[in-house]
């Protein structure tokens, strides 16, 4: 980030300098009091169960010489330059806004109700190729979250793609100025956050807020597949709207494609280019996702043989479609999220990926945060592993509905955690197997590993 003044600091936040030099700038801004630089803005926010002033002492020790501050009646370090304002999340904001919009770059927003961070990661290993790309960190895809990533830009910068989640209407509406991209993309409109949202119009709704700063000269490129994403075309908007998918008539279109265990292959027609692509991991919906990452080269002048080696460089972030081995055993860990549609998709990928491999294992815990809808989807997904996997381990107490939909398919054990998960499973498996780990995030389902690995001499 390139410096900004006090002076700058208090017009852009509307604050009031409290103690300290004006003479100062920053270069960098932090949340985390224990993750300061030299130079480091430190911006103690206000949470549901921590109060961030409560550690400014901590942040001026650890480097920070400059801090914002809502409460006034805070003791503060002497050697501190303290600035007042209203609310230090207002202000963060603010800051960021400025940083963003210091430079005359493209901005690629992305959300979704499954595939989004794959989708983030694709795009930008694909646009490395050939762009200086800025692009979200880990799961920095809320209000906190997306302003740190947008600190992050700076002069050498050529193109930035930014991650966008949502747990409630209102919540992209909070950050999109921010952000104020030049192309949204939005990757489907699933079940995740019905037990907030109540309806899948309601989740529809939320995810096009992405779209609502978008210009004559702005993009919305969308699933065209999905039976509420295909809406969009037929409203009216100021924005240009362009379409991916398998079906059916699409900017970007995947004319053929094959899954197997080696990965994907990808026939795709954009304009009048023909393009053959191949990608390291199967599954249909990895298709999608790849069509997005495709597109958007198309439209930033790509040549195929780029796109290509962005595909290649390609890496899943933590706990998403991690596929490794251990001796002659075959672990695809998922664990870090899922809904309805990404249980379905992992279950694809165990079944392309298992035909070498004695039987497919699928330990599928709870998908949280689905209210009403939760027995049915859970029975749903259990219907749906009945052709993909020989056993199942179904983990919670929504565990027990993927077990009713399974109805001994194969074999098929119930267990209340995580940890018993893993019990079972050491005690079950055996050399040749190929397992997949799938759950939301809350179940910690990862946990199950480590219980592999113990076994790991004995699947050498």
Known sequence: MESISIDEILQITRGGLLQGNPAMSITNVAIDSRKINNNALYIPIIGETNNGHDYISQAFSNGSMVCLTQERNRSFPAKMTVIYVDSTLAAMKALASFNRHRYNLPVIAITGSSGKTTTKDLVAAVLSQKFNTLKTEGNFNNEYGIPQTLFNLGPNHQIAVIEMGMDH??????????????????????????????????????????????????????????????????????????????????????????????????????????????????????????????????????????????????????????????????????????????????????????SDYQRKIAVLGDMLEMGEHGPAAHVEVGNYARDKAELLIGVGQLGQAICQGYDHAGSVYQVADALAAGACLKELIEPGDIILIKASRGMRLERVIDFIKEGGKEWK
């Open 169 to 354: 209407l209102g919540d992209i509406k909070k950050s999109i100025e921010l952000v104020d991209p030049s192309i949204s993309v939005i990757t489907n409109v699933g079940l995740s956050h019905i037990e907030r949202l109540g309806t899948q119009d309601n989740i529809f709704l939320a995810k096009k807020e992405i779209l609502q700063t978008l210009t004559a000269d702005g993009v919305a490129y969308v699933n065209g597949d999905d039976d509420f994403l295909k809406k969009i075309k037929t409203e009216k908007h100021p924005y240009q709207v362009r379409t991916f998918g398998i079906d059916g008539e699409h900017a970007v279109k995947a004319t053929h494609y094959t899954s197997t265990q080696a990965g994907l292959k990808i026939q795709v027609a954009w304009e009048e280019r023909k393009e053959v692509y191949t990608f390291n991991y199967p599954g249909k919906h990895n298709v999608y996702n790849c069509l997005v990452a495709i597109g958007l080269g198309y439209f930033y002048g790509m040549t195929q043989a780029e796109i290509q080696s962005g595909l290649d460089a390609f890496v899943p972030s933590g706990n998403r479609m991690d596929i490794f081995t251990m001796g002659s055993i075959k672990v695809i860990n998922d664990s870090y999220n899922a809904n309805p549609d990404a249980m379905k998709a992992s279950l694809d990928v165990l079944a392309a990926l298992g």
